[in-house]
């Protein structure tokens, strides 16, 4: 039985991505879904326990799993579920190795997580508003340093 590993963080996201995939290779395929949970800061460990973490970690993996796995229309038998406690590239060579070993194909990684929006890279409307402003002229300023010079000359010219 074929596998295909798949990497979920949001479920509306994920359902529709998916859908259509599982519409088309139903028979014969075993999804392996991987949730990646949203990170918490290195700060919180102040305030919440290391098992209160990884047991809100768990109830939201299994939230998650439970509104996705019946909207894309997965069986018992056609899945498994894995929470990804260590990094991404870690996790998938234990999956593939754990794969290889049974004797089949290294399974395809179908990477279902809703994309990020970097606050970084996003321009804020005020910034934007100034990049398309109009440009002002810089004639005023310049007429006010030329007259400027002018009447420091003519007052040395009067000295």
Same mark, same amino acid.
Request: charged share 20%; hydrophobic share 40%.
């Given at each position: *039985? ?16 998916? =859908?259509? @995939? ?5 028979? %014969? +395929? ?9 990170? *918490? =800061? ?10 209160? +973490? ?8 299994? !939230?998650?799993?439970?509104? @996705?796995?019946? /909207?894309?229309?997965? !069986?018992? %038998?056609?899945?498994? =579920? ?8 870690? @996790? ?7 794969? !290889? ?10 990477? /279902?997580?809703?994309? +990020?929006?970097? =606050? ?21 300023? *310049? ?5 400027? %010079?002018?009447?420091? @000359? ?6």
């Amino acid at each position: *039985m074929d596998k295909i590993i798949v990497y979920v963080d949001d479920a509306e996201h994920a359902q529709q991505l998916l =859908t259509p @995939l599982v519409a088309q290779q139903a028979a %014969g +395929r075993h999804w392996v879904l991987v949730a990646c949970a949203p990170r *918490m =800061t290195h700060r919180i460990s102040k305030w919440v326990s290391h098992s209160a +973490r990884e047991s809100w970690r768990g109830k939201w993996a299994d !939230r998650l799993f439970d509104q @996705l796995v019946p /909207a894309v229309g997965l !069986r018992s %038998g056609q899945f498994t =579920t894995v929470l990804a406690k260590t990094p991404l590239p870690e @996790l998938t060579e234990e999956l593939q190795a754990q794969i !290889r070993a049974t004797g089949a194909q290294p399974a395809p990684v179908v990477d /279902a997580r809703k994309p +990020r929006t970097d =606050t970084a890279n996003t321009a804020s409307p005020a910034s934007v508003r100034a990049e398309h402003a109009p440009r002002l002229s810089t004639w005023p300023r *310049m007429l006010g340093s030329v007259i400027t %010079g002018c009447g420091t @000359l003519w007052a040395l010219g009067l000295d």
